[in-house]
């Protein structure tokens, strides 16, 4: 299934000079959205995943989803302040400024094979913030997915060796 059409651009958002790839028309549509967590679920059933992380916020959407036709547990990558129990931070550069992610301490255990997943790569920062948080806590990237790549920012670059895949690549 071509995805494109469901992706929508939003000129200098969310600020002047951006143009931020939309997925809320994807997700308005019940074929394409089950499209992609279909696909993604083909694409990691039986790859011996132990847990599915997803970045705020719309990785919560397809990682949940995911999580819940492989059955493995989710664990949510969120801004500062929004998780209630202990947690561990990192830091990264966004294209347009800095921010930080945190999981809770407990997320995961040492050995935990995780498919970290976000809708979009840019720049590489988010989905490398994520990997060095697991990695602190013990557990190995299986793989690192997005659902949009905007492959003329380099993200890849940021995760070195680690895998990684997309369903959508912007050159």
Known sequence: MDLRPYIRDIPDFPKPGIIFKDITPLLADPQAFGYVVSHLAQRYAGRGLSRILGVESRGFVFGAALAR????????????????????????????GQAALEIHQDALKAGDKVLILDD????????????KLVERLGGQVLEVAAIIELAFLNGRAKLGARPFYSMIVYE
């Open 69 to 96: 036709d492989l059955r493995l547990p989710f664990i949510p990558a969120r801004k500062p302040g929004k998780l209630p129990y202990k947690t561990i931070a990192e830091s990264y550069d966004l294209e347009y």
């Open 120 to 131: 979009l790569m840019a720049t590489g920062g988010t989905l490398e913030a994520c990997c």
